[in-house]
């Protein structure tokens, strides 16, 4: 189940490989995971935290009413290899979490029952890669509007990546930084106490070596 945001059921993930899975030496570079909806949802995000996959695509299941008055489902394609890491033989992006908003799409996720997000990792490097923590927001929730809201493991150099070879900022990496610093400020709103923390007391009293005179 999908933990705060569309009630959904995700499948594991399925190896899509030509030939025999249990006798082929080689290791499949290609995963489908299937999410399915109780009703027909408008998509306005898709959260989740990456583990080693390099690209993914997705593909929604959209309910469409005929000129018979007859409801029929179809798949499109709505974002295809969708990077999520910069070089898929490095770390860089393997373990980060990631948004994918409605405008990113070429097709209006609406009227959606299902997601089948394809994930891809062309390196041997990695034997084993998939994605977790899948969340899915509705357009208009109070969630979606936050965009990443969920602990990020790292947050890259700003300095290293943004710029471009033309000295102007890179739009998609900038609104990759964007999106992990907002997860970051949801993640210090989330964590605040109301208690009074002190720099050296403790319970109350100070260790007097640690106190300084002037």
Known sequence: ????????????????????????????????????????????????????????????????????????????????DHCLMSDPHTEEGSQDYFSIFRHQMSCKPDDVVGVRLILRQPSPVWINFTIEDIKIYQLGSENSQLGVHSVISHLPTMEKSVQSEEGLPDSEKVSSHVQQMWALTAMMQANQTTARIGRFDIDGCYDVNLLSYT
């Open 1 to 80: 189940m999908c933990d705060s945001g569309v009630v959904c059921t995700v499948k594991p993930p399925v190896a899509l490989q030509i030939g025999d899975v249990k006798t082929d030496v080689a290791r499949p570079g290609v995963f489908a995971i299937d999410i399915s909806f109780l009703q027909t949802i408008c998509i306005n995000e898709i959260l989740f935290k990456n583990y080693y996959t390099a690209y993914v695509t997705v593909r929604i299941q959209k309910r469409q009413v005929q000129e018979s008055g007859q409801s029929q489902l179809k798949w499109y394609t709505c974002l295809r």
